[in-house]
Each structure stands twice: as structure tokens, then as C-alpha cells.
């Protein structure tokens, strides 16, 4: 047999193996090729919108507000992301032969599965697109929860939004807890935010002296708004407490001490605890008055505590004859 009739042979075997129905889907034969072709459309369609994703966050890095841009071409990725993946899962269904046009038939049914079962993830997935677009949540910004949740946002996905702490802990929290809940957003738009350091002196101290000493303080710590008229450092008298004045130390700082408030708070309490030494300021300690109610008490001695005060009074005896 001649080489080119055995190929020949082999390539239609093949063919016909390939294009063999193993069912239908209406009028449509549903072969090996035809599968094949519907894993090639996926596999497209995932690859074209990782290649516009990518050439979108080029043209972003080249504009002259950088984290601005990001930020709006995340959200934009997204939403491109979305309907490539369903436009391609359309034509995919389509090439398979199942008619597009039943789909609402189809949508009704799931419809219907959403309302009892999925009602949580369908949800989820509206106010993820939701926070895409109204850009009041971005990737980079810095948020506090209603759930108790602080730390900055690192990604925004279609059922849940990654939030990393300042310890570096992942926490995956729902996208609807952002749209019905109370989110703080600490760098919104500001790039300065004004912070309470709260502390404390003893009754007496000279309220002038402490707020000298404070503002010494807020040198020492780099990060604070010192030089805008309107942002000024000042030392405010909240209260009296039991053994105490209450200061609260308020000021401006930037981003970088705005988003991690523990570590902050810490940087200032120090520096405040060392103006106030080197000012001889007390730092006070609870104080307790003790009353005893007038009335006889019982006392019980073993021998060797009544042995023990028996020579006390002796040597004291001895003492005063000296």
C-alpha cells in the first residue's frame, strides 16, 4: 500500500472517529471535535481577557495619577473579566448547539434557584459589582468594619472581598457585609486624617505645663501635620476622673500612620510618657480611701504568734528603762 493511500487512510479514520455523534442536542450532533471546540472557545475566552486585562494595568501605569488609575481599571478589569467569560460561555453553548434562545426558560429556573438556595451568593455577586462601580471601595484602601474587620482591602472578587490586617492575616469577608453594613474608609479621598490619643495626669500638674511637654511629644514621632495653620497639633481637657485629668491629645497625620492605628497609637503614648517624665508631671495611679467601721474584733492567736509578741514587748520594755 503506498504511503499517501495510508495516510490518506489514517487522517479519514481519525476524521471519523472525531465527528462519530455520541448524542444530540436538538438537531446538533455532539462529537469529539465539537467538544473539543467548545474547550478551545473557553480556553479563548479566558486567555483574551487575561491579555485585556493586562494591556488595560499597562495603560493605567503610564498615566500620570498611577494609584488613581489602578484603582478605576481594577474595577473596569473586573466588569470586562465578567462579560467576556459569559459572552464566551454563550457562544461555547451555542457552538454545542443548545438554542440561546431558550436560555429564558433556563434564567426562570435558576431565577427560582436563586430565590431558595442561592439567594446569599447571587447577592454577594450584585454587590461585588456594585462596589466596582460606584468606586467607593477600592483595592489599597484602608477599612474598619462594622464586624470589628480593620485592615486594607487586597482584592474585590465576585463573592467576597480579601481584607489583610496589619498582622498579615487574610480575612475573607463577604461582599454584602460592604453594601448593608457600616464601612469605614479610612483613606477615601483625604490624605490626611485626624486621630485621638487619649491619656492622663495626676490632680495638681500644671494644665499648661502638660500641654507644652504633649506637643514636645508630637515632634518625636515622623508622620504629623505640623506645619499647615489649619491642621494644627492641640491638647484638649476631656474630663475629671477618680484619680485623674483626662487629656486627649488630637492632630493630623498622613497615610502612612493613618493605616495602622495600633502601631500609631503606641508611637504617641511613648513619646508622650517620656515629655511627661522629663517634665516631672506625675503619671497617676488609681487611689483607694479605706474606712474602718468603729467596734470590737476578735483575734485569734497560736502559741508562737503569742510567744512572738510577748518578746517584742519585752525588748521594747527594755528600751524605754534605758
Given at each position: 500500500?503506498?504511503?499517501?493511500?495510508?495516510?490518506?487512510?489514517?487522517?479519514?479514520?481519525?476524521?471519523?472517529?472525531?465527528?462519530?455523534?455520541?448524542?444530540?442536542?436538538?438537531?446538533?450532533?455532539?462529537?469529539?471535535?465539537?467538544?473539543?471546540?467548545?474547550?478551545?472557545?473557553?480556553?479563548?475566552?479566558?486567555?483574551?481577557?487575561?491579555?485585556?486585562?493586562?494591556?488595560?494595568?499597562?495603560?493605567?501605569?503610564?498615566?500620570?495619577?498611577?494609584?488613581?488609575?489602578?484603582?478605576g481599571v481594577?474595577?473596569?478589569?473586573?466588569?470586562?473579566?465578567?462579560?467576556?467569560?459569559?459572552?464566551g460561555t454563550?457562544?461555547?453553548?451555542?457552538?454545542?448547539?443548545?438554542?440561546?434562545?431558550?436560555?429564558?426558560?433556563?434564567?426562570?429556573?435558576?431565577?427560582?434557584?436563586?430565590?431558595?438556595?442561592?439567594q446569599g451568593?447571587?447577592?454577594?455577586?450584585?454587590?461585588?459589582?456594585?462596589?466596582?462601580?460606584?468606586?467607593?471601595?477600592?483595592?489599597?484602601?484602608?477599612?474598619?468594619?462594622?464586624?470589628?474587620?480593620?485592615?486594607?482591602?487586597?482584592?474585590?472578587?465576585?463573592?467576597?472581598?480579601?481584607?489583610?490586617?496589619?498582622?498579615?492575616?487574610?480575612?475573607?469577608?463577604?461582599?454584602?457585609?460592604?453594601?448593608?453594613?457600616?464601612?469605614?474608609?479610612?483613606?477615601?479621598?483625604?490624605?490626611?486624617?485626624?486621630?485621638?490619643?487619649?491619656?492622663?495626669?495626676?490632680?495638681?500638674?500644671?494644665?499648661?505645663?502638660?500641654?507644652?511637654?504633649?506637643?514636645?511629644?508630637?515632634?518625636?514621632?515622623?508622620?504629623?501635620?505640623?506645619?499647615?495653620?489649619?491642621?494644627?497639633?492641640?491638647?484638649?481637657?476631656?474630663?475629671?476622673?477618680?484619680?485623674?485629668?483626662?487629656?486627649?491629645?488630637?492632630?493630623?497625620?498622613?497615610?502612612?500612620?493613618?493605616?495602622?492605628?495600633?502601631?500609631?497609637?503606641?508611637?504617641?503614648?511613648?513619646?508622650?510618657?517620656?515629655?511627661?517624665?522629663?517634665?516631672?508631671?506625675?503619671?497617676?495611679?488609681?487611689?483607694?480611701?479605706?474606712?474602718?467601721?468603729?467596734?470590737?474584733?476578735?483575734?485569734?492567736?497560736?502559741?508562737?504568734?503569742?510567744?512572738?509578741?510577748?518578746?517584742?514587748?519585752?525588748?521594747?520594755?527594755?528600751?524605754?528603762?534605758?
Amino acid at each position: 500500500m503506498p504511503a499517501e493511500t495510508l495516510s490518506e487512510n489514517i487522517q479519514q479514520t481519525l476524521l471519523q472517529w472525531a465527528t462519530a455523534p455520541w448524542f444530540q442536542i436538538g438537531t446538533t450532533d455532539v462529537h469529539m471535535a465539537r467538544v473539543l471546540g467548545l474547550i478551545f472557545i473557553l480556553f479563548f475566552a479566558w486567555w483574551f481577557s487575561i491579555q485585556l486585562e493586562r494591556g488595560l494595568r499597562n495603560l493605567a501605569a503610564r498615566g500620570k495619577d498611577a494609584h488613581m488609575n489602578s484603582a478605576g481599571v481594577y474595577a473596569f478589569n473586573r466588569i470586562i473579566r465578567y462579560t467576556v467569560w459569559i459572552v464566551g460561555t454563550l457562544v461555547g453553548l451555542r457552538y454545542l448547539g443548545l438554542d440561546i434562545s431558550n436560555f429564558a426558560l433556563i434564567g426562570g429556573a435558576i431565577g427560582v434557584g436563586i430565590g431558595f438556595g442561592l439567594q446569599g451568593i447571587f447577592g454577594n455577586f450584585v454587590s461585588g459589582l456594585i462596589l466596582l462601580l460606584e468606586k467607593t471601595l477600592k483595592v489599597g484602601d484602608f477599612v474598619d468594619l462594622q464586624s470589628g474587620v480593620m485592615g486594607r482591602v487586597t482584592e474585590i472578587g465576585m463573592r467576597y472581598t480579601r481584607v489583610t490586617t496589619n498582622d498579615l492575616l487574610d480575612i475573607i469577608v463577604p461582599n454584602s457585609e460592604f453594601i448593608n453594613g457600616r464601612v469605614t474608609n479610612w483613606s477615601f479621598n483625604e490624605k490626611y486624617r485626624r486621630i485621638h490619643v487619649p491619656f492622663c495626669v495626676a490632680y495638681g500638674s500644671d494644665k499648661d505645663k502638660v500641654k507644652q511637654a504633649v506637643l514636645k511629644a508630637v515632634d518625636a514621632v515622623p508622620g504629623c501635620i505640623t506645619n499647615d495653620p489649619r491642621r494644627t497639633p492641640d491638647v484638649w481637657l476631656t474630663g475629671f476622673a477618680d484619680s485623674s485629668l483626662s487629656f486627649e491629645l488630637v492632630l493630623w497625620v498622613e497615610h502612612a500612620l493613618m493605616v495602622s492605628p495600633g502601631a500609631t497609637q503606641a508611637k504617641f503614648l511613648w513619646a508622650i510618657d517620656d515629655q511627661l517624665r522629663a517634665a516631672q508631671i506625675d503619671i497617676p495611679f488609681p487611689q483607694r480611701d479605706l474606712h474602718l467601721r468603729s467596734g470590737s474584733l476578735r483575734l485569734e492567736l497560736d502559741d508562737a504568734a503569742i510567744v512572738r509578741l510577748l518578746d517584742a514587748r519585752a525588748r521594747q520594755q527594755e528600751r524605754g528603762d534605758e
